[in-house]
């Protein structure tokens, strides 16, 4: 019998897929895209990351007190996330954006749309669905954000202090990854183990209208 952790991965091969076949992931993980792509991408990057805290607040705040074992992982990932939207805003001064023109823009609809959906399936019906959230963002940096960092600097001609968030987050959601399974892992409810799986697989598809929305200038063809 496959553990919890397993279930998700399997049941999700597909969608993560379809996310990692978008021509800007793509594009991008082949340092492939213009200044102007890299930092579109860091604003809207910026507005859903500044919800993560809050987030996992909400999300430990609605926990049961059967299952305080969530909401103390919730508390641990909060020591990890917090202020990493000012990494993001200091990237993108250092590529020669406007930090704060980007802080205090309004975010596209597809990043509204995502964060919305989080706290409603946190408020209104499970918190636990916040994980399928915690999958996608975690999952996919650690299979394409290190690499993108160094292809896009690369062909970019930028320093290190223009990729802070990518390059940390490629690492730093390695050892996420192993807290995520072992903490998927302790659910017990069956009912709580399928509502995870289909809200994974919606943000799986909320977390890609993302990238599909972003402007691709594709350095090749400029």
């Known amino acids: 019998m496959s553990s919890v952790y397993e279930y998700l991965l399997e049941n999700t091969e597909e969608d993560r897929n379809a996310l990692l ?6 594009e991008g993980w082949r340092g492939n895209i213009s200044l102007e792509s890299y930092l579109a991408f860091l604003g809207q990057a910026f507005h859903h990351v500044k919800h993560t805290t809050p987030l996992l607040m909400a999300c430990g705040s609605r926990v049961p007190f059967e299952k305080e074992w ?8 909060i020591e990890e996330e917090v202020g990493h939207q000012e990494w993001i805003l200091s990237d993108i001064q250092h590529a020669g954006g406007d930090a704060q ?15 919305a959906y989080a706290y409603y399936v ?14 996608v963002l975690e999952g996919t940096s650690i299979k394409v954000a290190t690499e993108a960092a160094e292809a896009i600097k690369s062909s970019l001609g930028l320093g290190d202090e223009c990729f802070s968030y990518l390059s940390s987050h490629g ?6 990854m192993d807290f995520y399974k072992n ?10 183990k399928v509502f995870l799986l289909h809200c994974a697989k919606n943000f799986f598809k909320l977390y890609g209208d ?4 972003l402007p691709l200038h594709k350095l090749s063809e400029i």
């Open 21 to 26: 076949s978008i021509p800007f992931i793509q």
């Open 70 to 77: 969530l909401r103390n992982a919730m508390a641990e990932y």
């Open 101 to 115: 023109a980007v802080r205090h823009a309004t975010p596209s609809l597809a990043v509204e749309a995502m964060i």
């Open 122 to 135: 946190i408020e209104r019906v499970n918190p636990i669905g916040f994980l399928g959230m915690v999958l």
């Open 171 to 176: 690492s730093l959601d390695i050892s996420h």
């Open 183 to 192: 903490l998927v892992n302790q659910i017990e409810s069956e009912e709580d």
């Open 210 to 213: 993302v990238f599909r929305s």
